[in-house]
């Protein structure tokens, strides 16, 4: 698209949106990064959506000058999925009002709002939303755009899996409700569809009864298989309401495995360590803590949740990985990760290891599609600029192998310049029907479009 295109669409957005439409150099320079800081894409204009009505403007004098259009929530995809050259980017950062009905265990919330800003305003109601990620300064609209997963999900499946009804702008200058029964294409497309066939406006999204206080404990692994045995074990028969495993790289170097699990309480009484924590083959338990759910600072009081938001990263690169892989295959996959220690040069939590529950409502384009439960194994670098080319050859290599033992990478991350033969490859026999919707909803390619390649 040509520079004097590109400019009659930012003039004509500016007419209708005023300020809201922004195309000062500093700020597209800052609109041109995402979490992952390897690839830059500079966009034409962008515009911060304050109502599902300005959406609908901004899309509909998008598609009529056949601009390129980027949806951008929190920004921490790690491979420019938010990102897009020359085009107009829709910030929905603005667009986030948060219902919460606690009466009847649901929430209208919009896709801007951070899960934190969700939690928030569900706590003040003695609730949460259902299957909250680890980290919550991401938006609605972008982890239900790659699936949702968190220290739940060995229980409830993904977050896109949860969703009971959405409402949908496509490029037709529509906003479509969708649901299970009603306009089923449209919201098995958009369920972790990385914004390619419409964007999310807001979500109907269930809420859990929460409780006030969390015990926490922390047990050491030695054995892969050990640890893998007893998170499927409780995956099969839940114990806790959460669990999560982090790889940790120890500050004299060499990995741990350890185990969290948790369990929400109002009074102590409730709560029975010596079953949770029996025919469990951990080496040892680091220690036990209570903690309160929510601190009176409105943030998170443990640690199955965490504020990290795009300051967190300090400007540092991330070419994170994870891969979603059956449970022999994360044992191989695991393997190899810890005979490699400097794929993470860092101390501390440098991977992550989650059961997803296999769900009723799955999200078609949430893969692999299996019966069973399935293992996220999460590897998190954060190379240095001068560190940054080995630890790209090393993380290709890790995804190759990933890919070669059957796991699917979660779309959010470092996906290394994908064209369509590994698109395609990737989604295999589900990427006709989402080439078919594709088309539908978006036949001139303008969302999203240097995320995924079709063709
Ligand atoms: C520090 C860190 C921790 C993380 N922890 C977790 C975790 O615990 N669990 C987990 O599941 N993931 C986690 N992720 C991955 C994260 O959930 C995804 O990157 C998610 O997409 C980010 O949401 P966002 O609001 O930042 O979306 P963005 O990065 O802004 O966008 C991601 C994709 O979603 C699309 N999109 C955004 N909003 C909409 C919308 N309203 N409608 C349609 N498409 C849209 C974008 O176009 C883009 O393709 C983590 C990432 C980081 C960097």
Redesign the pocket.
Known sequence: MSSSQQDACARALERELGDRAQRIPDDLERYAW??GRIIRRVPAVVVSVHSPEELVTALRIGAEFRMPI?????????SG??LSSGALVVD?KALNDVQIDSERGWGWLH?GATWHQVANAAMAQASMPVGL???VD??V???L??????SESFRTGTQADQILELEVATLDGKLTRCSPEHNRELYDA?RAG??QC???VKARYPLRRAKARLRTHALLYTDRHALITDMLALTAQPRCEFMFSGLMWAEQGGWQLLLMLGSEFDAEAELNDARLLSGLQFKRELGTRDDPQWLSSGTPGHRFFRC?DEQ?GGGAH?P?ADHLCEPSAAIELLADMLSEPAIAPRVGTSGGLLVVASHANRAPLFLPRVAGPLLLLGVFPEPSSKQLPDALVRMRRHSERGCSLGGKRYV?GFMDGWGASEWSAHFGETWAWFQSMKDRFDPAGLL?ND?IRWR
């Open positions: 995402d979490f980027a949806t951008r929530g929190s920004a921490h995809s790690q999925q938010c929905m896709a990620t680890l980290i991401t938006t609209g972008g982890t755009s790659v699936g949702g997963l968190g958009v990385v914004g419409g964007i999310i990290y967190s991330h994170w959010s999203n995320c």
